[in-house]
């Protein structure tokens, strides 16, 4: 999970340095804490988050293989459905080492190229998806709003094209976390002691303190406000265009459905338009109340580094604890929503799997009716 982890406040009996200066007073090995939080909680935390490890990886590649082996699932609202189910299966190839990391947060043994790789790539897989959200939103307003201009902007290709920008920017916008994050050993504990003996002949175990967190630079520089507020920026900021855009989309959508001398064939479009819409509200409500918890924590987190406080730090702890099942909550929850809301993705997930042989009637594009005078009807419109 993208966190950049650096904490200041113990929040269980495993976690206190106490034990461990008894233990030095009392010439015991001196041993690092393993983790923050208590056995039962962290069990309970890893048992959830494995449920939605197997149902998020199920899910996402069932979304993959329905888009790319069925040609009429291959729209360009899809295209981008895919592209969030690629990230989100990226986000859970990183759910061990962030468990492994709540269970023994130090030593950190994997080396600092890992610990950087999958922080990275939580924080760009999580960029793209807020931003192929929006992307499909702009194009759910253009298709319904303005279908004429659809009909010429939106195609396959250009599709393509702009999911592989929104990506290039997700990489390039999680590039500092590179920097930010690093194997650093905590200054605050007990020092380090040598393999040797001590006066009663035993010998004495190392105290690696070796952490996967946030550096003292990234603090130190202001890097780390500086991502705060560009992970913040990634996040209201669509979620306010989305408000706009699903607005006007409603407001659209109403005014045609008071019209009475629409023709069946628009009532028919704005129908299947309104199902789509339905879908996708859900789908950006379900990624908002996921992540809100994640950006709360993070401020906390900040703001606890300018003004210590044991409250800020207990609630930004607690805070990222909540986030972690909502991280992965968001990145499982999408196929179901799309099994739940879709019929005509339940049909292609019967096919996939060979429950039924009958092929969905072709949907009708603008080029196979010559002579219609709503051409606003365009391959873009067919989606989940």
């Known amino acids: 999970m993208p966190s950049w982890p650096n904490h200041s406040e113990c929040l269980s009996h495993n976690c206190s340095w106490d034990e461990t200066n008894n233990a030095t007073r009392n010439d015991d090995p001196v041993l690092p804490p393993l983790n923050y939080y208590s056995i039962p909680l962290l069990t309970a935390i890893t048992i959830a988050c494995t449920l939605l490890f197997l149902v998020g990886v199920a899910g996402n590649v069932m979304t993959i293989l329905v888009v790319s082996k069925y040609r009429d699932m291959r729209t360009t609202t899809n295209l981008y459905l895919c592209s969030m189910a690629v990230s989100d299966l990226l986000i859970f190839l990183c759910m061990p080492l962030d468990l492994y990391r709540m269970w023994r947060y130090r030593p950190w043994r994997f080396g600092a190229a890992l610990c950087k790789l999958f922080q990275f790539v939580s924080e760009s897989c999580t960029y793209s998806t807020i931003l192929s959200i929006t992307a499909l939103s702009v194009e759910r307003y253009l298709a319904i709003c303005f279908p ?95 408000t706009v855009l699903y607005s006007l989309i409603g407001r659209r959508l109403w005014q045609r459905h008071r019209e009475t001398n629409i023709s069946s064939r628009v009532a028919h479009r704005d129908k299947s338009n309104r199902q789509t819409i339905k879908m996708l509200v859900v789908v950006v409500l379900a990624f908002v109340l996921c992540w809100l918890p994640f950006h709360v924590g993070r401020y906390l987190q900040f703001r606890s580094l300018d003004a210590p406080s044991p409250l800020l730090s207990l609630l930004s702890e607690y805070c990222s604890l909540v986030s972690v099942v909502l991280f992965y909550l968001s990145a499982a929850i999408n196929p179901i929503l799309y099994n739940t809301m879709s019929w005509k993705y339940r049909g292609a997930a019967a096919r996939l799997f060979g429950l039924t042989d009958s092929q969905p009637p072709r949907g009708r594009t603008a080029s196979s009716m010559k002579g219609d005078g709503s051409n606003g009807w365009t391959e873009s419109t067919v989606s989940f």
């Open 148 to 242: 004429l201009r659809a009909k010429a902007l939106v195609t396959k290709r250009r599709v393509r094209a702009l999911i592989l920008l929104l990506w290039t920017v997700s990489l390039l916008s999680a590039g500092p976390v590179f920097v930010m994050v690093g194997v650093e050993q905590d200054s605050m504990g007990p020092p380090n002691f040598s393999l040797g003996m001590n006066e009663t002949g035993f010998s004495l175990v190392v105290g690696d303190t070796r952490e996967c967190k946030m550096t003292h630079y990234a603090v130190e520089s202001g890097l780390m406000g500086a991502m705060v507020w560009l992970s913040s920026v990634f996040f209201f900021m669509p979620v306010f265009c989305l």
